[in-house]
Nanobody, 123 residues
Framework: VQLQASGGGLVQAGGSLRLSCAAS????????MGWFRQAPGKEREFVGA????????YYADSVKGRFTISRDNAKNTVYLQMNSLKPEDTGVYYC?????????????????WGQGTQVTVSS
């Protein structure tokens, strides 16, 4: 499985961005798709995850109510819609895919990772 993340950029606080994670090499219908981010000087942290089927979604408290994960089955692509962005949302965002039933907030539960896309939120 190859994952290609895109859509990052520079946005003012309060603005929105939509990140994309295009998957190739395998159908991801049974996978959990996760999003993580890493701010400068900090460890990578969990943002949210969702089963490809969309029947179960889980978000970090810091983004709950502002970020939404969705998917386009025809394009084999998962999206992270980010609204009401804050400067503390700045970082490199990564998408990941895994088959674990639990522990979605843990990096080791994911088998495949995208290369990351930079999101910068200015105050």
């Amino acid at each position: 499985v190859q994952l290609q993340a895109s859509g990052g950029g520079l946005v003012q606080a309060g603005g929105s961005l939509r990140l994309s994670c295009a998957a190739s090499g395998r159908t991801l219908s049974t996978y959990v798709m996760g999003w993580f981010r890493q701010a400068p000087g900090k460890e990578r942290e969990f943002v949210g995850a969702s089963r490809w089927s969309g029947d179960n979604t889980y978000y970090a408290d810091s983004v709950k109510g502002r970020f939404t994960i969705s998917r386009d089955n025809a394009k084999n692509t998962v999206y992270l819609q980010m609204n009401s962005l804050k400067p503390e949302d700045t970082g490199v965002y990564y998408c990941a895919a895994g088959l674990a039933f639990t522990g979605w907030e843990t990096e080791s539960r994911y088998n495949y990772w995208g290369q990351g896309t930079q999101v910068t939120v200015s105050s």
